[in-house]
């Protein structure tokens, strides 16, 4: 007699969706506060590194949200 295996339920997808908005606000803030902390003890008078490292940050999240959507897309394309 074969066992049978429960399919896996999966998350609604607004709690994945929060979660990488989350993960977006986290990521720009981040590096935010890191351009800050360069432009006060390297560049006074500039704030050079804040934006710098405010448009990456932007860059890296809108990177890992088309990453993560594309694997969310794959993943109930699989289902059908």
Not at 40 to 46: A, F, Q, T
Not at 66 to 74: E, H, P, T
Request: proline share 4%; net charge positive.
């Amino acid at each position: 007699m074969a066992v049978k295996m429960a399919p896996k339920k999966r998350q609604p997808k607004f709690i994945t969706l929060t979660g990488i908005a989350i993960q977006m606000g986290v990521t720009i803030y981040g590096f935010s506060y890191l351009g800050k902390h360069l432009d006060e003890n390297y560049n006074p008078n500039g704030r050079a590194w804040t934006i710098t490292l405010v448009l990456l940050g932007v860059a890296l999240s809108l990177y890992n949200l088309l990453r993560q959507v594309n694997r969310i897309n794959d993943a109930e394309d699989r289902d059908k």
